[in-house]
């Protein structure tokens, strides 16, 4: 699965670790993402992602 970086604040989306604190599981990739999902740093939505 493809990691994503934040273009704002440069975190590191990772499906293999996913964002528990934020209600995504671990192994869910980028595109399964709710829309609503925002950077967990910076807040930005999903369009300020770009695969790394």
């Known amino acids: ?3 994503w970086i934040c273009t704002i604040c ?3 989306y990772d ?3 996913g964002d528990p604190d934020h209600g995504v ?3 869910t990739p980028f ?3 709710p829309e ?3 950077c967990p740093l910076c807040g930005v939505g999903k369009d300020s ?3 790394e």
Request: glycine share 4%.
């Open 31 to 33: 595109e399964e993402i």
């Open 15 to 17: 499906p293999a670790t």
């Open 25 to 27: 599981p671990p192994g």
């Open 36 to 38: 609503s999902w925002s």
């Open 49 to 51: 992602f770009e695969q």
């Open 10 to 12: 440069q975190y590191v």
């Open 1 to 3: 699965m493809e990691r």
